[in-house]
């Protein structure tokens, strides 16, 4: 049974440019959400997808964006990358989009390094 | 602002020692705290959940423990092992308004174990 993968592994950028990361959820699970990891930080919410429908949004710019589709699997879109918008991107997976019972099942993250 | 404190920062220890992490939070009312293991360059991965009603639960070597009236949970490793060397988060899931749902993540503590 795969867990949560999420691709690539590791991403450079150059200031200015778009990225898109991408998710595919554990079997059985029909509720994404994205986290941005900071080195030495906690992850911070960015945003979770669920009926491909973004449904709660943490405090990030519009520069992000994402998009769940019918198959669950999601996508993470910046635009106009900063250079502080370096760090490990993670997402993360659950059976319903309470988050109350759940547990969250995460993958390895993103490494996106922004130079 | 909701927000979770995790202390010490990092810590080292010797391998068959035990530890205990802190976590202090302000989010209220929430649903649930969560404790999670984070291996270097990997997703982190669920130790415990407990609800509110609950005082303690326990994952083989790790044991947390819930204080709801002074908004405090312990994490305690036995018996460490090197395997144990990882950062260890707190997270609090929030049960009303705006933090419905939402998780608050903790800044992590760096554990070392060493032989």
């Known amino acids: 049974d795969a867990g949560v993968t999420q691709s690539p592994t590791h991403l450079i950028k150059t200031r200015g440019q778009q990225v898109t990361l991408r998710c595919s959820p554990k079997?059985?699970?029909?509720?994404v959400s994205w986290y941005q990891q900071a080195l030495g930080q906690g992850p911070q919410f960015i945003f979770q997808?669920?009926?491909?429908?973004?449904?709660q949004r943490g405090n990030f710019p519009d520069r992000f964006s994402g998009h769940q589709f019918p198959n669950y699997s999601s996508e993470l879109n910046v635009n106009a990358l900063l250079l502080g918008d370096s760090a490990l991107y993670l997402c993360?997976?659950?059976?319903?989009?309470?988050?109350?019972?759940?547990?969250?099942?995460f993958g390895n993250g993103t490494r996106l390094t922004v130079t | 602002k909701n927000q979770v404190e995790q202390s010490p920062q990092s810590l080292i220890i010797l391998e068959g020692k035990n530890c205990t992490l802190q976590c202090n939070y302000t989010v209220s009312p929430f649903s649930n705290l969560r404790w999670y293991k984070q291996d270097t360059g990997r997703g982190p991965v669920s130790l415990t959940i407990?609800?509110?009603?609950?005082n303690t639960k326990s994952n083989g070597r790790y044991t947390a423990t819930l204080d709801a009236d002074t908004k405090q949970s312990s994490l305690h490793i036995t018996a460490s092992q090197l395997s144990d060397s990882a950062s260890y988060i707190c997270v609090v899931i929030g049960a009303g308004g705006t933090s419905y749902g939402k998780l608050t993540f903790g800044q992590g503590t760096i554990l070392t174990v060493h032989p």
């Open positions: 079997s059985g699970h029909d509720t």
């Open positions: 997808y669920y009926e491909e429908e973004e449904r």
């Open positions: 993360a997976s659950s059976k319903d989009r309470s988050s109350y019972n759940s547990p969250l099942h």
């Open positions: 407990m609800t509110f009603s609950e």
